[in-house]
């Protein structure tokens, strides 16, 4: 299945759909509330309502896509195989994984933002590599989610946010710098360099709940795991995490902001991986 084409205008295409349904009975039987949805002895297997699913290879080159699911288990873009996104404009809010395939997702462009309030933002049952595009990810457990963590940053900027620690985080083969940490939730963010160059601001999501695996943070209350790259992160370079503080000016489109300023909270000083 292919959405667009590659260097069109993403105004030229519009998708906008929604899943309501509820999931099915395929085959076995169920006592309770086992897989997913019924006892510990359940045998059932069920299909989930998705938004978009192929059961191949999913290409998105261009368009807006505004895809949304309200039911336990519906997930936004599915690939039973590789997922490639080269362009776009990409705004998902599901329950379940809002991106999700079973061999690969590949992300080489486009303005992607995930939004999962039962799961992870972005989910690959095998690898993930992202090379361009700017990608915003939230989930209620991980904004990325790499089952066999090969997880590779060669490009792009990426903001992924979740509940749990994401794993091992990107694979040491990635080429672009990264940091995780964790931070207090329903507060905003800055990272600045030496230059006194605002890198990253951020409004960070509500928590659903609160957990550790960065390596380091502001702590306090409910937190979440913050994934951060950039291209213009230097590796084994130094930066300053603010927190507590305003972010002013600028536009914010889902909590990223750009041009803006950041006053007042306290920093902590970091070493880009």
Known sequence: LTIGTKGANDNALVITASTTGQKFLVTGSTSGNGRPGGGMNDNADYANPKVIKSDGNLTVNSGTLRLSGTTDGGEGLESKSTLTIN???????TVDDCLNAATHIQINGGNIYCKATGNDGIDSNGTIEITGGTVIAQGSEEGIDCDNNTFLIKGGTIIGAGSQSMGGGPSSGS?????????????????KNAAGE??????????????????GGMGGGSSLVLLLSSPQFVRGSSYSFFSGGTITGGTTVNGYNIGGTYSGGTSKSFTVN
């Open 175 to 191: 080429t672009q710098g990264f940091i995780r940490l964790t931070a207090a939730a329903s507060t905003q963010l800055g990272i």
């Open 87 to 93: 362009g776009g404009n990409i705004e998902v809010r």
């Open 198 to 215: 605002w890198i990253v601001l951020y409004q960070i999501p509500t928590a659903t709940s609160g957990t550790g695996g960065g390596q």
